[in-house]
């Protein structure tokens, strides 16, 4: 597998041509022209323009076929009418990149279309249309439509706005900031998102990416591509547009702009990037990063010299759900001797408006000693008795000797400049308004929590993968062939006890004497709902009856809710009456949990209160599918449910490791089962003894065509457990073959610890002695939709070694994948090699991929004989003559690689 990025040609020239190129002032190819040539553009620079002979200066050509020279990069700025011939033009010439500056017509589908096809045909990788272009100021590429100045720096731009991108600039340009690059997607119809941050996580220029998401168009790509950056650099995204309405099937009740943007919100903690509101957080978190402020606890300590500041800070806070840490009494008699005044033990800490630099210390260095205080925020307001620039000296001198992450705030204008200066210069972050500071210690610490959730590998669990998914597989196409969409209760809590939640007995009776016999086969007391497939709010249409106990309440309670529906509801079919036990919960919450479609991200669970205390959108939880134990835990653990589930005087607290079994037996039915459009579970009994639900209603539809991905309804593709393999090789031992998990990072190390010299010269086609941390990362923390690794793995004694591995990663197309193989050197003469390729061969034709492609050193004949028994074909490497490029069809059929799966 290369080491470059193949998009590095688009983001990296070594030669543009300008396709529209001008001396017309205020013209488009005029702009970019003269922006390349100031900029100092460092590699061959073309005019393309049959208007002109020259263009300031330089020779100035017809087509971009005339140059006769490689040209990496080709600026389009053309009518749009002209487009899809100059990409074909592109094509014939050999060039591999052209960004689109041209934008097209809303909505103007067909020439979309015809211009992607027409690129695609071609070879021509596009960036637009519609796109303001790229910038790479250290290399003198300012090919862009933007009259502002860019300063080199270590911060990556990505935006799909031109408009928010010229705002982003100007911004950072008055404060100072540089960019490694700045890339505007636009209508991004061909490289998008995904690509884009691939090739920012590796750039050894880039350090922080600072992405701007208008809307997002094809969810598992997005959620794919920010979750494989962001295992190897701080991405910090600004949404626009968060209060755009869409429509959202099954949370209807609640705010739709609300809940897409809670929907959003979920698939950001799931991505684990930092999500900020505004511009001016946007950089804020990106010079935090920068500066080292690593606040990776939540909760928080304020110190400040008024009390007003503190009550700001500590109302942002609240806002945020961002805690207050408590002070311990070994602290409280620390602060006594400050001689701060009444009440100055507690947090916020007011040290009073003659606080010398002393006192800041002293309470800087109290709170360090706390074991219970990690961050602290610093804030002084200017007083006749301050100095704030003593007090900024003494705060950067003491913040050298504890460990404590530490922002301030210095409020005010003049008085305050020469302090706030003193700790900008010294890298601590430092704001003029408190709301703000706590802002950013919020979204940097929910930065640290989220990067623990992307490192989950959610799956399939012992319920999910066994036979009763299978049979809800079964139930679910039965009702389909009926044509039905909505299930009874009985099938719906069949259908959820088939994946391990559990749930009450419901029997339905037809009329009251079956009634009569159901209730004694149930066993009193009992509960009795009207059955009907028109009603989603049974007790709101007088349809349930509670804690009955006795045959004549019973035979009265059927009569009673029948008729009471029938005056209601007189449209609403009825086909009885359920009939289940009546749980006598004395401590139970009656919790709603619900999964419904969101229109981007597809499969969404929320968890909030139920029944009739069934709150707005603010009071629930919302989480992406697949869950884990871990995922669910964040999830119940939202400041959302706190009140909710906690225990209150002598209400314990719910169980929560039974609510964390059903969420994630819920996202294993959402994750097996496409079809389900809807489910709601209301109520959901918890209490400290466990979870069980009452009712359930689930609605289905068609789901996916056939043969396509079990998980193309999801964003985010679950830990796929299915491909795992025992195989028993040659000499009789047995190896356990698998996917990887980010945990298996020290298996990785070892493996590389023990190949010999030969062995990592071929695999890295270098000689490498160690290999790097973010090399690892990038090897076991991987996405399952885009890329795929399989290791083997022996056990002796219960530990698990790992001797080989297989991996594809997608390659420049789009269409084709790139392999890497690597066997310990005592396990290559077994055919684990062969094994590990024909199951990596599996998965990329599962995916749909064109072909599986390699590059292989020339001289590495036990590679070269393994690669043509596979069925590859073996050619000379285009570029390198010490390699050879080895290349398979994956739809043509192979008898050689379906043996080697046997």
């Known amino acids: 597998m290369r080491n470059t990025h193949y998009l590095s040609s688009m983001f990296e020239p070594t030669s543009v041509a300008v396709i529209g190129a001008s001396e017309v002032a205020q013209s488009v190819g005029c702009v970019i022209f003269s922006n390349l040539v100031d900029g100092g553009f460092r590699g061959a620079l073309h005019a393309v323009n049959p208007k002109h002979e020259t263009v300031m200066g330089r020779k100035c050509h017809r087509t971009v076929e005339e140059i006769g020279a490689r040209v990496d990069l080709a600026i389009i700025a053309t009518p749009a009418r002209t487009l899809h011939a100059v990409v074909e033009q592109c094509g014939r010439a050999g060039v591999s990149n052209a960004v689109l500056v041209t934008a097209l017509e809303r909505g103007d589908r067909a020439l979309e279309q015809r211009v992607l096809d027409t690129a695609r045909a071609a070879r021509v990788r596009l960036l637009g249309p519609g796109s303001l272009g790229i910038l790479r100021p250290q290399a003198g590429l300012y090919a862009a439509l933007s009259r502002i100045a860019v300063a080199s720096g270590e911060l990556a731009l990505v935006t799909q706005s031109g408009a928010m991108c010229s705002v982003v600039l100007d911004w950072a340009a008055t404060h100072q900031i540089g960019f490694s690059s700045v890339i505007s997607l636009s209508t991004a119809i061909d490289v998008d998102f995904g690509e884009t941050l691939d090739y920012l996580a590796h750039d050894e220029r880039t350090r922080y990416i600072l992405l701007h998401v208008d809307h997002v168009r094809n969810a598992r790509r997005f959620m794919s591509a920010l979750r494989s950056a962001a295992r190897i650099k701080p991405i910090i995204l600004f949404k626009t547009g968060r209060h755009e309405q869409h429509g959202v099937r099954g949370e209807a009740s609640v705010g739709e702009a609300s809940l897409a943007d809670a929907v959003f919100d979920a698939a950001m903690r799931r991505a684990g990037v930092v999500r900020v509101q505004n511009i001016g957080q946007l950089f804020f978190a990106a010079r935090a990063f920068a500066s080292g402020f690593r606040p990776r606890l939540e909760a928080l300590a304020i110190i400040t010299n008024g009390a007003g500041p503190g009550a700001i800070a500590a109302d942002r806070a609240g806002d945020l759900s961002t805690p207050l840490v408590g002070v311990s009494a070994p602290t409280r008699a620390a602060l006594a001797k400050l001689k701060i005044g009444e009440g100055g033990g507690g947090n916020p800490l007011d040290l009073g408006g003659d606080a010398p630099a002393q006192r800041y210390r002293d309470a800087i260095v109290a709170f360090a000693d706390d074991p219970e205080i990690h961050n602290v925020l610093v804030i002084l307001s200017p007083h006749a008795m301050t100095d704030p620039v003593e007090i900024a000296r003494a705060v950067v001198e003491v913040s050298r000797s504890v460990s404590l992450s530490i922002c301030c705030c210095w409020m005010g204008g003049g008085q305050v400049a020469q302090g706030r200066a003193v700790l900008e210069q010294a890298g601590i972050p430092v704001f003029h308004a408190p709301e703000t500071a706590v802002e950013l210690f919020h979204n940097i610490s929910q930065f640290y929590r989220h990067q623990t959730l992307r490192l989950q590998t959610a799956g399939q669990t012992a319920h999910a993968d066994g036979s009763g998914a299978s049979g809800a597989r079964m139930l679910v196409e039965a009702l389909l062939n009926q044509r039905r969409t909505l299930l009874s209760t009985m099938e719906a809590k069949a259908l959820l006890r088939s994946f391990g939640v559990p749930v009450t007995q419901t029997m339905v009776a037809h009329d009251v004497t079956e009634a009569l016999f159901v209730a004694e086969q149930v066993g009193f007391p009992v509960v009795m709902k009207i059955d009907s497939p028109d009603l989603a709010h049974k007790a709101e249409a007088g349809g349930v009856r509670l804690n009955l106990t006795t045959t004549e309440s019973v035979w009265s309670a059927f009569q009673d809710i029948v008729g009471s529906v029938r005056?209601?509801?007189?449209?609403?079919?009825?086909?009885?009456?359920?009939?289940?036990?009546?749980?006598?919960?004395?401590?139970?919450?009656?919790?709603?949990?619900?999964?419904?479609?969101?229109?981007?991200?597809?499969?969404?669970?929320?968890?909030?209160?139920?029944?009739?205390?069934?709150?707005?959108?603010?009071?629930?939880?919302?989480?992406?599918?697949?869950?884990?134990?871990?995922?669910?835990?964040?999830?119940?653990?939202?400041?959302?449910?706190?009140?909710?589930?906690?225990?209150?005087?002598?209400?314990?607290?719910?169980?929560?490791?039974?609510?964390?079994?059903?969420?994630?037996?819920?996202?294993?039915?959402?994750?097996?089962?496409?079809?389900?459009?809807?489910?709601?579970i209301d109520p959901l009994i918890a209490d400290e003894q466990g979870a069980i639900v009452a009712d359930a209603r689930v609605v289905i539809d068609q789901g996916l065509p056939a043969g396509s991905d079990p998980y193309s309804h999801m964003a985010i593709h679950p830990y796929p457990a299915h491909l795992s393999q025992n195989w028993k090789m040659s000499d009789g031992r047995t190896v356990r073959m698998r996917p990887v998990r980010p945990e298996d990072a020290a298996l990785v190390q070892d493996l590389f610890d023990r190949l010999s010299p030969e062995a990592r010269y071929y695999r890295f086609m270098e000689e490498i002695e160690t290999l790097p941390p973010g090399l690892i990362n990038r090897f076991t923390q991987i996405d399952y939709d885009r890329e795929m690794a399989l290791i083997a793995l022996t056990r002796e004694e219960g530990v698990d070694t790992m001797i080989g591995s297989a991996r594809y990663s997608l390659a420049a197309d789009g269409e084709s994948v790139e392999f890497a193989l690597v066997v310990a050197d005592d396990w290559q003469r077994f055919g684990l090699g062969r094994r590990l390729m024909g199951a990596l061969i599996e998965c990329a034709r599962a995916k749909g991929f064109r072909s599986i492609v390699g590059d292989v050193l020339g001289n590495n004949a036990k590679m070269l004989r393994l690669m043509q028994g596979l069925g590859f074909a073996v050619q000379p490497h285009p570029e390198e003559g010490s390699l050879r490029h080895v290349i398979k069809d994956l739809h043509a059929q192979s008898a050689q690689c379906a043996a080697s799966m046997r």
């Open 567 to 680: 005056v209601r509801l007189p449209e609403a079919r009825i086909t009885g009456v359920s009939i289940e036990p009546y749980l006598h919960c004395p401590h139970g919450r009656e919790l709603r949990l619900s999964a419904f479609r969101d229109p981007v991200f597809g499969p969404v669970i929320s968890l909030g209160p139920g029944g009739a205390a069934m709150a707005h959108i603010r009071d629930r939880a919302y989480g992406l599918p697949p869950l884990n134990a871990v995922l669910a835990r964040d999830l119940i653990e939202t400041p959302q449910l706190a009140h909710v589930l906690g225990g209150v005087g002598a209400q314990p607290a719910v169980d929560r490791a039974a609510l964390e079994r059903v969420l994630v037996a819920v996202s294993d039915l959402l994750c097996e089962l496409p079809w389900v459009s809807e489910l709601i």
